[in-house]
């Protein structure tokens, strides 16, 4: 079954566009800076969620694209909170060019595409539990 990400970047790109807009309705409509909002927008993360997805185990995506693990999406999480400021988290460093990609032409999108894997990483995808053995179900 072909799981495309068309569904998953609209989701994105819909959870981004609410935070932008909240973020200026915010400040600006209800003079509320001390309001904060962050939005997390991570590569992909080493969770049992991902398990049957694939990157090419080569130097170069290793490099480029790198997988992270949770803890590191927590401790920026966590400083994001401690700095009391409204941000965006884009980690690892690849997936703050990602925003930019929208306004390149399609070749150079595509292109982007092909080098991060990202036409072939679903394709094995299945869908995992990320609960463990001894936790209940709801």
């Not at 001390?34 to 170069?60: E, M």
Request: aromatic letters at 14%; proline letters at 7%; a negative charge.
């Amino acid at each position: 079954m072909d799981l495309g990400l068309a569904d998953y970047c609209a989701s994105k790109a819909a959870v981004t566009s609410l935070n932008e807009s909240l973020r200026y309705e915010l400040d600006v409509k209800y003079n509320c800076p001390q309001i904060r909002t962050s939005l997390i927008t991570p590569g992909h993360i080493l969770t049992p969620l991902f398990n049957t997805f694939y990157t090419p185990d080569t130097v170069f995506s290793n490099f480029f694209f790198p997988s992270v693990q949770p803890v590191a999406v927590v401790k920026r999480i966590i400083a994001v909170l401690d700095e009391q400021d409204s941000q965006y988290i884009r980690i690892p460093f690849y997936v703050n060019i990602c925003p930019y990609l929208q306004h390149m032409p399609s070749f150079l999108r595509d292109l982007a595409q092909w080098a991060a894997y990202a036409n072939n990483a679903m394709d094995h995808f299945s869908k995992v539990t990320g609960r463990r053995q001894d936790e209940k179900e709801d």
